[in-house]
């Protein structure tokens, strides 16, 4: 592959996804810099996307080259390329009706991800899609008291991060099952007709990994709370995977405390992180899991 004809794909935070034209034909090239993930990452990526083909909308495999850190020789993963705008740029352009319309297309797709069953939460490790283990102990509140140190937050704060913390996490022990989660579905990573509004795209899957099932219906909730919008996606889920849009935007809620507290430690780096940190700030200071900036 040539990489002088290679062109930055809009809309990520790592500079390391691109769009390759060869006769006629377009592609995208993920690269993986040596070091940055584990060395088997491109192929791990690799075989989730042929895991959920059918599933969800995603794209076809084209090539695969491990890493080699020892040899400072990057990873590659080329995969076809798919039509559609970005979610979180058709959003605001919507009336309520159409919001709602894309809500329930979303609700379902991470409804359906969510009926994917696995038998135990962890990273997966390798081609095989082996899960491994996060080596975190005590749920919830051993992450928080982790990173406590790391958020610079004073006594008070950390107290009620703390709370919610425990109370999140006996609500999220209620579920006893785990499944696939893409770890990072929101609609930057959506592609959408927007015509029909059907979701025609769900890309980078770098975080996905065996976990709970309200992950996923989490991030998609996370900042963007309109009502049209928040209750068909709950209402789509639901309709797939049964309880309330109550229980289930809980739940949601108390799944996303994990990616909030992950997010907030790294406020700085990116708009997203900086965005988390206030969401937490705020749920910290009303020990609410509800809680907004």
């Not at 377009?26 to 810099?33: A, E, F, G, T």
């Not at 090539?63 to 959003?91: C, I, K, N, Q, Y």
């Not at 997966?124 to 102990?137: E, H, K, N, R």
């Not at 006594?155 to 709370?163: H, K």
């Amino acid at each position: 592959m040539d990489f002088s004809d290679l062109t930055p794909l809009a809309g990520g935070w790592s500079g390391q996804t691109f769009v390759a034209d060869a006769a006629g034909e377009r592609s995208v090239v993920r690269i993986y810099p040596p070091g940055r993930r584990d060395d088997a990452a491109p192929e791990i990526d690799a075989a989730v996307l042929r895991l959920v083909r059918g599933l969800a909308p995603v794209p076809d495999v084209l090539e695969v080259r491990r890493a080699v850190t020892a040899a400072a020789r990057p990873g590659l993963l080329v995969t076809s390329f798919l039509p559609g705008e970005r979610g979180d740029l058709l959003l605001p352009t919507l009336d309520d009706s159409a919001t709602a319309g894309l809500g329930c297309h979303f609700g379902e797709l991470l409804a359906d991800l969510a009926g994917m069953p696995t038998l135990k939460a962890g990273p997966f490790v390798d081609a095989d899609l082996t899960i491994g283990d996060f080596g975190v102990t005590d749920g919830l509140p051993g992450f928080v008291d982790v990173h406590a140190g790391s958020l610079g937050w004073d006594p008070d704060l950390l107290a009620g991060l703390e709370s919610v913390a425990a109370e999140a996490q006996s609500r999220l022990d209620t579920v006893g099952r785990t499944c696939l989660v893409h770890s990072d579905a929101n609609p930057k990573n959506m592609l959408v007709d927007p015509e029909t509004l059907t979701v025609t795209g769900l890309l980078d899957w770098e975080f996905a990994h065996s976990g709970h099932p309200f992950t996923d219906l989490g991030n998609l909730l996370r900042f963007d709370r309109r009502p049209p919008y928040a209750e068909a996606v709950l209402a789509a889920w639901c309709d797939r995977r049964g309880g309330t849009a109550a229980e289930a935007q809980s739940l949601a809620r108390a799944a996303d405390l994990w990616a909030l507290v992950d997010l907030a430690v790294r406020r700085g780096e990116n708009p997203v992180a900086d965005q988390a940190h206030e969401h937490l700030l705020a749920i910290a200071r009303t020990r609410d899991l509800h809680g907004l900036p």
